[in-house]
């Protein structure tokens, strides 16, 4: 690290200057949407042919059809990994820059895709049913995770949120496996519960209430019957109970193998998307703050040094990122289109290469394993104290 400029040495001003005039160059138009359009349909191709593809074996294997073994699992195992790419695809390639408001400046953009129209009521239900409420996970990710990155107050601070596990003593392949297990239902387990929570804290500073430190999921409590009601039954119901049961004139047995592949496909979304958003903010060269910053440039400053992309290509690549792949480019411009983080990437590569600040990029899954090492305790986060 020591070959780049210090955070202290860093012209903020000039850097905030740099970025600031990036600015002048963007035109959000039809373009943009066109493309959030084509992402949005992969990822709805994705997720009926991965239907499809159960259907299929499902209803074949119902009739005894003679289809084989290692066909049965083969396409259902394929089907369940495309509804799980197709589940990631509406929430990174699609929900997230909408209720960013990427595409508000749109001329004549149709309301549902507004921030203001976006999975507003019973839009939740067509937009994006997930275990997670929009309006809870656009306050917990938008404002404190983007303008408390790396502070902890930042929600999202996985050394801070894994503290109980680096004080257990147990064997380090003990703790490695209790994560890849929280990594296969990370959604229910940690994401659903912690958005209504953060959501609760900003109503309770509101009211000048007591703040809630920990996760509720006892069904007996307060918050806990919140998220039972409005968080884990929509999206359960219709896609473990209403789903499978479409395959009930074919048999039980029909019924049992959907629900199977769809439990399947569950854990491959979790996984996924596991893997391309936890590694952004998380491992030991990645910088944590212990004060709010102050200026403009500073803010941005913070956004290069606590943040990591991932390898960059082609739509296609992209998209099987969620588009997290541009980190770096999307916290300087959080409200700006997918598809403008591809133009502006080598803008900002100079204007850090300007400052001599490291511009960090490298493969996912080089910087999973980084991710699971600081999850785990093996190492530590770089921390800018006093700043």
């Not at 507003?120 to 306050?139: E, Q, S, T, V």
């Not at 502070?151 to 147990?170: G, S, Y």
């Not at 391309?276 to 102050?294: L, R």
């Not at 850090?352 to 511009?359: R, V």
Request: glycine share 6%; hydrophobic share 40%; aromatic share 16%.
């Amino acid at each position: 690290m020591s070959q780049y400029t210090h955070y202290s040495d860093i012209n903020q001003a000039q850097l905030q200057k740099d970025i600031d005039a990036i600015k002048k160059t963007i035109k959000v138009g039809e373009e943009d949407f066109q493309h959030l359009l084509k992402l949005e349909k992969w990822g709805k191709i994705s997720t009926i042919s991965g239907f499809l593809l159960i259907a299929m074996v499902t209803i074949l294997n119902s009739y005894n059809s003679g289809m084989s073994t290692f066909d049965f699992w083969f396409f259902g195992i394929i089907g369940a990994f495309l509804i799980g790419v197709g589940n990631v695809a509406r929430w990174s390639n699609v929900t997230h820059p909408i209720l960013h408001g990427a595409y508000d400046k749109v001329p004549n953009i149709p309301h549902r895709y507004t921030k203001a129209g976006f999975a507003k009521g019973n839009r939740r239900y067509i937009d994006w049913l997930d275990w997670i409420k929009p309006d809870a996970w656009a306050f917990e990710h938008n404002i404190m995770h983007h303008y408390h990155l790396g502070e902890l107050d930042d929600p999202d601070n996985v050394e801070k949120n894994l503290e109980w596990l680096h004080e257990m003593k147990i064997p380090m392949f003990l703790k490695y496996t209790i994560i890849y297990i929280f990594a296969a239902f990370w959604k229910i387990i940690y994401y659903a519960p912690n958005t209504l929570r953060i959501l609760k804290n900003k109503d309770a500073k509101v009211e000048k209430l007591r703040e809630t430190t920990h996760l509720e999921y006892s069904p007996f409590t307060e918050s806990g019957r919140q998220l039972w009601l409005e968080y884990y039954l929509p999206y359960g119901l219709f896609k473990f109970a209403l789903l499978p049961l479409l395959f009930l004139p074919f048999g039980w047995a029909a019924t049992a193998t959907a629900f199977g592949f769809l439990i399947l496909s569950e854990i491959f979304a979790n996984l996924h998307s596991f893997l391309v958003i936890v590694p952004n903010h998380s491992a030991e060269d990645i910088y944590q703050f212990t004060t709010p910053h102050k200026t403009q440039g500073e803010y941005y400053l913070r956004q290069i040094m606590g943040s990591v992309n991932y390898n960059t290509g082609t739509d296609f690549i992209d998209f099987l990122h969620g588009f997290l792949n541009y980190q770096v480019e999307h916290h300087l411009f959080p409200n700006m289109p997918s598809s403008f983080y591809q133009k502006m990437q080598p803008i900002v590569k100079d204007i850090c290469k300007k400052h001599n600040l490291e511009y960090r990029q490298e493969s996912v899954f080089k910087r999973i394993l980084m991710t699971l090492d600081l999850m785990v305790g093996k190492t530590k986060v770089l921390r800018i104290e006093g700043v």
